[in-house]
Structure formats: structure tokens, C-alpha cells
């Protein structure tokens, strides 16, 4: 380091000559001379000297105080005063500057030098501790963790911003409060208060942490869930000084374990069903071919028997007996995974008639009167490609349950819908994006305990009594059919009642009758063009595939900006815009900047979720009718001739 740079503020020219020549002899550098406050501020800022040594009566309006203060405040240079005068007023006031030293005149060499090494080196600590300080206040600002530091009455002396906003007090406000008002901490479980961790932490002087499930209330009332420790602060003798608190919500990674244990209860679920679903078709297997003699043989011998022998009961007893071994057997078949049957298109609304129309549910009609059941088929209903034989126990078993959790008087009502689902779908299992035709069985009877709810689909759980009905098949077959036709369950149930909904995904074959069945006459078209948005390709195909059908001319594209683009070349009578596209601009955003070019644009908007506040913004701009995907022929047929006509 050279010599120390000193800025003298004299207005005597005298006086100042010899204060140079002072601080010269004693090997300081005089980077200037000046005599008023508002030239010392000049040099300051043009020099940044390392001192100031300031006179306190000067020319000019300011004075040496004032000139002090300033240069403080703004410059953090040390400034030693420098005066004749040293009433009790003037020291008052010089006071509040904060300065480094102060010397009266006439000084003796060794004074001032003695008052200038003072203050430099006084300076140059403030200035290190002024360092540590911020560095570590920016360190304890940027760390994620929330920090909250007390004295050693465990009242608030910091708070980082993370701290802040979990607790919801801001530092001043909480500074000098006791800790518990901030750091409102209870046991999720208990609810109750968890001790102070700076009680603990003042008497034991080690770091602790804090339990389990310990939830933070802030001060609007939310719970966060966290996890933390508190440390004791010391000081240069050991003493305890004070608490530091390290804390961070936990709420993500709770949500994280959660996931991935549910996932994993799924996962092991479906291995257990894969497992008991093998040994139930190696069981049936071998049972099957036992059983053909059990079946047969009573057939040929009451042949054979006259009509008034006393053997033919039993005998027919036995018959029976054994056909409805025959049919536990087929229903174990049907759970070994893997027997499946050939698919075709089906309907589930033909299924469900048929079904309504059939012996078996006139039985279960008579024997529970008290029943009273309900249908609300989708007129549109899409096809999906399954097994009849399957789909129809499927229809029988959930049918039968239903009926059978009824005690008293109740309903069950049984529905089909088309569902389009732009993400996936979380329950009992997740469905995937796709588009689904879904059945829904509901009962307002028993409903089912959480803890069965996981073991219903297994193969023998029954809590009905052994008999025909209560075998504890039933659900494994519906599950397994539902596995082998790729389609999902969710099972919801509470005490007033149980829903069981399946969705399967949707095939767009015909059916063989319904080929020419369609009546299309209602929907055509006369060539009009219209333009498909839709950012995934199957829904643009389908889509597409149906305007032509109605004889229009469909043209798709895959986003909105692909969307303004076309319409800038090619005017479109009529667009049918997707709602959710979630890689681009959505479909408001589309249509509004479509109608800039072309005001008054036909539109439809098309969607998998139910009216949302985007449509309702999209209908004010000036689009037509909205439809719910999965795109059916009706329903697009319907809108566009509308719209069109509109
Ligand atoms: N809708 C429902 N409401 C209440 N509980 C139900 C319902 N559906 C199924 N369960 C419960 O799940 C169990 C298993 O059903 P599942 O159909 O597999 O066998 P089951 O009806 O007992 O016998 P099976 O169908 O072979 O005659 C039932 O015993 C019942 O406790
Ligand atoms: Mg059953």
C-alpha cells in the first residue's frame, strides 16, 4: 500500500499550509486543499482520498458538518475533524456525523498523527466487518433453505426472504418478537403445539432437528409441511449468543413419496392379479376336463332311467351341481389372461339392451324388487373392439353387485358416454390421453371400505356368503376382461354408495349392420371448405375424415400459426378449432388472431373437457357452437350444417 491520500478542508490558507506540512513531515500525501464544504464533495468524488480532515467552521453555505455527513453517507470515507472551536453544541453536532477522531487546534504533530492512523485503521475494520456482513446476508438471502435467527432470549434478530414467505412475516415486522409468534409449529397428526426448538436448542447447546410430520401454520393460516433443525449461535468466548433456524417445505417431496408408493401399491396390485389370474387358469384347466364327466354322464342317464325313478332327483341334483361348477370354471378361464377371444366392433348401448332384455336380468329383477334401475345411453355412442361374450359378463357381474349392495330400497343406474381426455385422467387407475367410450355402473347401496377397496378385483374376495352368488369372481373377471381390452377402471365409493367406471378405448370400424344404417341426409354438406385445427394427428384424421363423408371439402393443420397462415392464403368457409393445444397458442388465441384477417370467420370450437372460460371468451369474439370431443358424425355434422346455415 502507497501513502495514505489525505483531502484537507481549510479556509484559512494559512492554516491549511501548515496542516499540509504536518501531515507531509509525517508521511502523508495531500491529494488537495480546499476551503469549502462544497469543493471538499468535488474532490471526494473526482479523488476518493482515504481521509478527510475537516474544518467545521467554513466559507460558503455549507459547513464542516454538513460536508461530513454527506461524505459519509455517500462516499463511506473516513472524516477526522479538525477545529479551534469545541463548544458543547458543535461536538453535539459533529456527533451525529459518526466521525473517526476529532482534534482541536492547535494541534501538536503527534496528536494528529496518532488521530489520522486511528482512523484509518478504524475504517478498514468497519469496512471488513461491513463485508462479512453483506456477504453473509446475500449468502443467507440466495441459500433455497428458509433461515430465521434469534438472540439468546429467543427473540427474532433476522429472517431470509424464504423465511418470509413461508411464515408470511416479513423481517422487520417479526424482529424482537418471541419466535413462537412467527414460527407457529404444530404436529400434523396431534395438532398439537411442538415444543420451541430455541428452548431446546439454549439449554442442551447442541443442533437439533425437529420430528416428523411437524406442519408450519403462517400467519394467514396456511399448513406447510416441513423439515428442519436449529443450531445454537456462539460467540468468540462459546457463550451461546443466539439460535439459527434452517427450515424448507417439504410439500413437493411429500407429494413425490406419495406418487411413487401409490404407483408401486399399483404396480404390486396388477402383479398379484397377473399371479392369482395364472393359477386360477392352470386350477380351471384341469377342473374343466374333470368337470366333462360330471356334466355329461347325468344327461345320457336320465335317458335311460324311467320317468318315475327315484334317482332321477338326485341324479339331476347332480347335474346342476355340476354346470354351475362348469360356469365358476368358465369364469376362471376367462380371469387365466391371455384366453382371449377374437374382437370385433361393438357398441356398448346394443350390449346393454340386449342385456336388459335378457332371462338373467328378469331373475335378478324378480329377487330384488326393491331395485329400482336406471339407463342413460349416449344417443352417439362411439364403437369400441372387444369380446360380446366378455363385455356381457362384464355388464352381468357390475350389474349384479350393484343390485346386491342394496339392502333397503335403492338405484342403480347404468351409462355410456364419449370422453375425449387431452391428459391424462387420475384414480383408481390412470388413464392415458385418448379417445374412450365409458361405462358407468352406480349404486346408492352399502359402498365399499377403503381398506377392501383394494382387494375387490382379486380373485375369490367375497364378503357374500358362499353360494352361487358370492364366489368372489366376478370383479376378477371384469378387471381382467377390462385389462385384455386395454381399458381402465376407476372405482370410487363412500357410503351412500359405489361408481365403477370403465373406459375402453374407441375403435372408429362400423359396425357390420350399421354401414348403410346412418342417416346422413340430415348433416350433408354441399362442398363447402372447411378448415381442421387440431394439434393431434389421430383427432385431424377423424375429423377429417367425417367432413368429407358429409361431402365437404376438409382441409387439417396441426397448430394455431399453422392455422392463421392457411386462412392469410385460403379463405375457409367454416374452421373447426381445437381448444387444448398445449405445444402452441390455444384456441382463443388462434381465433382471435384469425378474425384480424378475416372478421367474422365461421368457427366451431371443439374440446375434451367441458365448457370452459376459454370457449366462453372464444364464443364472445364471435365462434359459433361448441362440441365436447371425441368428434362422432352427428355431432359434427350437426354444428357444422348450424353454423354454416347460421
Ligand atoms: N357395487 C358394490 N357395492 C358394494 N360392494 C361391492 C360392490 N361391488 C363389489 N363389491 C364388493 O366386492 C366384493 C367382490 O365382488 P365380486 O363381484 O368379485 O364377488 P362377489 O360379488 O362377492 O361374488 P360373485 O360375483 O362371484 O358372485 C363383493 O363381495 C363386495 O363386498
Ligand atoms: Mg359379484
Known sequence: MGKAQILVVEDNRIVAKDIQNSLENLGFDVCASVPSGEAALEEVQEQKPDLVLMDIMLKGEMDGTEAAAQIHSRFHIPVVYLTAYADDKILEKAKVTEPFGYIIKPFEERELNTAIEMALYKHKMERKLMESEEWLSTTLKSIGDAVIATDKTGRVTFMNPVAESLTGWQQEEAKGKPLQDVFNIINEETREVVDNPVIKVLRDGMIVGLANHTVLISRAGAEVPIDDSGAPIRDENGEIAGVVLVFRDITERR????????????????????AMGLMAGGVAHDLNNILSGIVSYPELLLLDLPEDSPLR??????????MRAADVVEDLLTIARGAATGKDALNLNILITEYLGSAEYQELQKTHSFVGYRTELSPDLLNMSGSTTHIKKILMNLIANATEAIGNSGT????TTNEYLDEPLKGYEDVRIGEYTVLKVSDDGSGISPKDIGRIFEPFYTKKIMGRSGTGLGLAVVWNTVQDHNGYINVKSSDKGTVFELYFPVTREELAAEKDEVPLEGYLGHGETILVVDDEERQREIAVGILTRLGYKAQAVSSGKEAILYVKENPVDLILLDMVMPKGINGRKTYEEIIKIRPGQKAIIASGYAKTK?????????????????YTLPKV????????EH
Open 313 to 322: 332327483n338326485p341324479i339331476k341334483t347332480i347335474q346342476e351341481s355340476g
Open 412 to 415: 342403480v343406474a347404468i351409462s
Open 255 to 274: 407429494e413425490a413419496e406419495r406418487a411413487l408408493r401409490e404407483s408401486e401399491e399399483k404396480l404390486a396390485r396388477s402383479r398379484k392379479m397377473e
Open 614 to 630: 376459454e370457449v366462453n371468451l372464444t364464443q364472445e369474439l364471435g365462434a359459433g357452437k361448441y362440441i365436447k370431443k371425441p
Open 637 to 644: 355434422g350437426l354444428a357444422v350444417k348450424q353454423e354454416l
